[in-house]
């Protein structure tokens, strides 16, 4: 159990020290952390004569509210939410107590001494890492045990009632066999030419859907936005690079690349002087550079008659093979180009690679030209990053920053906090946008720094408050919409029209459409509702048909189920998933049936 507690504790010691401490010092300061482990009369319901305090609710709705999941409007329902959330708590970690859940003082302390927020870099427990953080977040060691055991306790609670249930070999092998089975059913799709109908929206319709779905018709909270962008791959585009620089890097990036070498050899000893050897090699050289080929110019002075007959070809040659001497020369070398001379082992060498393994010179010339642009106006760059730090701070707007700079001012239309593209759509951008100095105190933003090579400064140039956009200017939406519904349920009329012929045994003029042996999880040529709907329908007699119509998007079907093959539960795999896909659900249902029977014994006020 100790090790179970152990890998648990994991996902909430943050929540404990981090999540509650920042929102509960902006609200309430370090002093509502204390009361809420001590009597306080604020309280907004009590379980069983045990309160639960307002600053509880406050800090998980802000909390809830900050992290942008929840928008602002929704807060009155996100606090009711919040409130049933707290009472559940309550009612588990009492219905532990009186059932005698206990954990004891050396399995908290294990627990601890293994989350993450209390560990140094070597990952282990530091007991002033441990005092800090709970310092700041305004607990008393013993008032963050309490909390935390009470966590706990409801946590193992809840799965100790999930784990509690199990499937029977007979459920297996029944779930298995509805998992398998297979179904084939005649269909026909209703489309708005199959019947004689012409909708008739009038005002009162439009009214009426208008004031019934409000929430359709929300305008989100939108600004719209000007900003300026230093990016320095763009900079680098007018930047002209050297050839000669550009193979000076590529020797450089593939400095230790294999190659394959041939080379002339002239050596030096008992037949020729050393001079003699420079001076032969030097004549060899001076052939090559006249455009002499050299495979015949290594026939005619190479002293390594092997390779001579292949061309002087070396192999494969990886560096730290062959010596400094000729790694410093074959490895500065491109595909195709020769050395100078090369002096080592009692002989002069001129050394040629025919080939480089991986990307050739022309292969990464454009990679490494853009490289070598982006290197050249890194300074440039920088340089206008801080005027853009320094000029954005103190400027009352953006235009005079961009002039100044000589960048572009751009701006957008309204935008809501998730409709934004490009480089406004990216990370912390609208966060920005959003935020109390630029949104409410009208500020530039501070530099945003997009990845290496941006960054963006944005202010808000106008803003406008979420809103039920007027009637008139949603009413042609919602006679579109009105007129939808209507042709639905004409076609739903047809449908059901159809079914009942069909039951009565009569002949309807429809073109079928055969569906033969089809699963649950039914071919891709299917809707998935005609596939549902399908497989809700009562099984046939034998001979018979099952008739029934099937509402989908923009149609209706109408359905003839003629048969029904009972699965295989051999699929030990797919009844395996079947098993604890059902287990769960049962699991949910248990743990939903406990709350509930607790909630109607216990005395909750609110």
Known sequence: MLQSIRNGSRSWGAKIIIGLMVAAMALFGVESLFSAFGRDPNQVASVNGEPILRQQVELEVQRALRSGQVPPEQERALRNEVLDQLITQELLSQYAEEGGFHLSDDQLDQVIVT???????????NPDIFRNQLGRAGYTPMAFRQELEGDLKRRYLQQGVAQSDFSLPSERERMAALQNQQRSFRYAMLQAGDIDFTPNVTDEDVEAYFD??????????????????????????????????????????????ERRVSHIM?????????EEA????????????????????????????????????????????????????AFELAEG???????????????????????????????????????????DFNRQVQRLIDESFAADDLGSVADDLGLALQQTGWIARDEATGVLSEPGVMDEAFSEDVLDAGYNSEVIELDDDRRLVLRVADHREATVLPLDEVRGDIEGYVAAAQRQRALQAEADRLVAALEAGDEIDVTWLEASDVSRQGPATLPAALIDGVFRLPRPEEGESRFASIAMPGTVSVVALDSVEQGSADDDQLS????QFAEQMRAQAALEGLVEALRDDADIER
């Open 278 to 329: 420079e001076a032969r090699a030097q004549q060899a050289l001076d052939d090559l550079e006249q455009g002499q080929s050299f495979e015949d110019t290594v026939l005619r002075y190479s002293d390594d008659t092997a390779s001579a007959e292949q061309g002087g070809d070396l192999g494969v040659i990886a560096p730290g093979i062959m010596g400094q001497a000729f790694d410093d020369a």
């Open 115 to 125: 989350l993450p927020e209390f560990q140094d870099e070597q990952g282990r427990f």
């Open 576 to 579: 395996e998933f079947m098993v």
């Open 212 to 257: 019934a779905n409000p929430e359709r018709f929300e305008r989100p909270e939108q600004v719209q936005v000007e900003y300026v962008l230093i990016d320095r791959r763009a900079m680098a585009e007018n930047v002209d690079v050297d050839d000669e620089a550009l193979r000076r890097a590529w020797r450089a990036q593939n400095r230790t690349a």
């Open 266 to 274: 002239v050596t030096y000893g008992d037949e020729r002087s050393r």
């Open 337 to 379: 180009e020769t050395s100078g001379l090369v002096e080592m082992g009692d002989a002069f060498h001129v050394l040629q690679v025919t080939e480089v393994e991986g990307p050739s010179f022309e292969e990464q010339r454009e990679t490494l030209a853009q490289s070598a642009a982006v290197s050249e106006v890194s300074d």
